[in-house]
């Protein structure tokens, strides 16, 4: 094993300044509806494991194995509530600039590591991630360790634990959030190319080993997990309904969040290729710019800006390292090597002057991006302590969430889908027919509409509100964010003749 050449303590000063830059964010707000999903999950996890009850499906619908991140989030969550749940989050990308830092400096030394680190916790959705109880962080973490054993596997060659741990890791990180299988072949491709010259076969036979273990543990897991995970997959990641924005759109928005890393990674590669003439030494730096472009190149596949902010971090990642080459490269060139050290600090410096700003104010504004829930709870937990009854939200989750010690399980119905035995007719009905009968009936004692992602669905129930004529508005609770803001309306069933 190398020893270390370099003191650690630059590392440190860029992991307190990521640990400040994301606890600021961890009170800011109240549960965004997907930490509220996957730590009620969590919940509903080990209440299914540990006394036997019964959880939706929800292999068929998370992006991300069910089993993996939200009872971990729920322990944190138990522990500490959300803040502790989003510290959790925090610790995961420390982790991942962590194994920026090892990779980074394995790759081309101590001076590209500290700008690499810079630069990447400088990023808004970096900051936000450290924030963000979902399973995002968490596969960041395992994702970028899988990148650091592989790498390290590919310049050590006789250490033969690693390339199985680099694909251990990587499978985990798939299983995590599936998303992150995008830039497996990104991991193996870069592992190749920075390998040394010598034993270029046996590389291959372990990049190829690597692979296995990955398809043969997601293979595993599948066969374990069955046909809900299937339907999961293939409706979370692989067959993800197109919206309508536009490539134009999509790459805009990339270039906002991690415009930095992509126009740094771009120069290393054009120092790399036109500067040194190193043909060999710029396939890295193609790959590594590739990895910042996948994502805003899927999602504009698909038309879509949805969640865009997390994934583009990923690929920023990736870029950072190439960033950091480039202000080595530099002050290479521009100094002796007593001087790099202190140009390099400059360097860092000069990337955090300028990057954190916006970054930080981006971090912020993307953790008020959501309407707070705190208001609507206080007026909710007084109106749903009945187990026995049924109640409807819109953004029920985050209600689940809010009220779990309040709101017993299987009460809350959700306005994306729901179904309906009719007893008039004795049909199974869904969709608008559905809601239509179980407003008739007074099936719902509660219900909470605010007109937002739901809206179709939201006006015919109201229509069906106002046929029935005993709910009652007793509350409309409004709620400002970053973006807009939402008006939640309270129907309480009064029953009939009231």
Known sequence: MTRLKYPPWPLAAILAVQALLSARLLRLNTAFVDEATYLYAGHQEWNHWIHGWSVPAYATYFSGAPVIYPPLGALADSAGGL???????????????????????????????????????????????????????????????????????????????????????????????????????????????????????????????????????????????????????????????????????????AWHWIGWPLALAAGALALRLLVERDWRGAAPMAVLLFAALLAPLNQARIHTTISLEKHVAFGAWFACVGAGYLFAALAR????????????????????????????AQAGTLQRSWPASTRLAGVLRPMVADPRAHYLGEDSDVILYDLRDATQRGSW??????????YLTGRHLTGPAAFEAAVRDGYFKVIVLDFGATRAVDNDITAAIKANGSYRVVSVVRERAAFGGAAYTVWQYRGSGS
């Open 83 to 253: 803040a502790a749940a989003r510290l959790l989050s925090l610790l995961f990308m420390a982790l991942a600039t962590t194994m920026l830092w090892m990779t980074t400096r394995r790759l081309y030394g101590a001076l590209a590591a500290f700008t690499a680190c810079a630069l990447f916790v400088s990023l808004g959705p970096v900051q936000h991630l450290g924030a963000f109880a979902t399973y995002d962080p968490m596969a960041f973490a395992l994702l970028t360790a899988g990148s650091y054993c592989a790498v390290r596997g590919a310049q050590e060659p006789d250490s033969t634990k690693l390339w199985p741990l680099a694909g251990t890791l990587l499978a985990l990180a798939n299983a995590t959030k599936y998303a992150t299988a995008l830039w497996d072949p990104i991991v193996i491709a870069l592992a190749l190319l920075v390998a040394l010259p010598e034993g270029r076969k046996a590389l291959l036979r372990r990049s190829a080993a690597t692979s296995a273990v990955v398809l043969a543990l997601l293979a595993a897991a599948l066969w374990a997990g069955g046909v809900s995970y299937y339907t999961g997959i293939g409706s979370t990641t692989v067959n993800r309904t197109a919206a309508d924005s536009g490539a134009g759109i999509v790459f805009s928005e």
């Open 333 to 360: 060139f521009a100094l002796s090597r007593s001087g790099r050290a202190t140009l390099g600090c400059a360097l860092a410096a000069g990337v955090l002057w300028i990057s954190a700003p916006t970054g930080y």
């Open 413 to 422: 119905n959700s306005t994306y889908f729901f179904s309906y035995e009719d």
